[in-house]
């Protein structure tokens, strides 16, 4: 069975473009989670997706958007680029919606912004 | 506000001998706490869980313990293996509405042959 799968999986931008990456859950998960990781630090968490239905965001500015699709598939899109949003962007998939150890992450998508 | 940390940035060991990495939380309302292993390059891969309502879970190797009064869990390996060397994430779910993981900033483990 095929895991979690994000594209790309490497990707660089200039300052002020936007950024769509995208991820596959495993197959029967209906959530989808999004985070980032920089360098020398923990993921932190940008959105949850269950069922087609934002269930949580953190704390991130409005230039981060996400949508789920019928097919339980995700979109994480970025606008107007700054040079912080350099990052590892992890994308998490699971089965239920609350708690559980059902929670499998991606290999991620290195974004740069230069 | 770190509501999850992990104060050691670094740990080395020796091959056959026990790794232990600790985890302290400040969220009294935290009732999942999960570990995850991470290699460069790579996704965070699940490693073992415990629920708040236990104070020890076992799997192979791995063995995690929470201490909720102290708010603080470790993670124990025995024995340790050179291919454990990874960076190590200790994360907490408060469950209720959303998935949210919490996560901590990680402990390279290496382990030395």
């Known amino acids: 069975d095929a895991g979690v799968t994000q594209s790309p999986t490497h990707l660089i931008k200039t300052r002020g473009q936007h950024v769509t990456l995208r991820c596959s859950p495993i197959?029967?998960?209906?959530?989808v989670s999004w985070y980032q990781q920089v360098l020398g630090q923990g993921p932190q968490f940008i959105f949850q997706?269950?069922?087609?239905?934002?269930?949580g965001r953190g704390n991130f500015p409005d230039r981060f958007s996400a949508r789920q699709f019928p097919n339980y598939s995700s979109e994480l899109n970025v606008n107007a680029l700054l040079l912080g949003d350099s990052a590892l962007y992890l994308c998490?998939?699971?089965?239920?919606?609350?708690?559980?150890?059902?929670?499998?992450f991606g290999e991620g998508s290195w974004l740069t912004v230069v | 506000d770190q509501q999850v940390k992990q104060n050691s940035p670094s740990l080395s060991v020796q091959e056959g001998r026990i790794s232990i990495l600790n985890c302290d939380y400040t969220?009294?309302?935290?009732?999942?706490f999960l570990w995850y292993k991470k290699y460069p390059a790579e996704g965070p891969t699940f490693l073992i869980s415990?629920?708040?309502?236990?104070d020890k879970n076992e799997d192979g190797r791995f063995t995690v313990f929470l201490n909720k009064s102290a708010k603080h869990l470790s993670l124990h390996i025995v024995p340790s293996q050179p291919g454990d060397s990874a960076v190590y994430f200790c994360?907490?779910?408060?469950?209720?509405?959303?998935?949210?993981?919490?996560f901590g900033k990680g402990t390279l483990l290496t382990v030395n042959p």
């Open positions: 994360a907490a779910n408060s469950g209720g509405s959303n998935y949210k993981l919490t």
């Open positions: 998490a998939s699971s089965s239920y919606l609350t708690g559980g150890n059902t929670i499998y």
């Open positions: 997706y269950y069922e087609k239905e934002e269930r």
């Open positions: 197959s029967g998960h209906k959530s």
């Open positions: 969220n009294s309302m935290f009732d999942y």
């Open positions: 415990i629920s708040s309502i236990k």
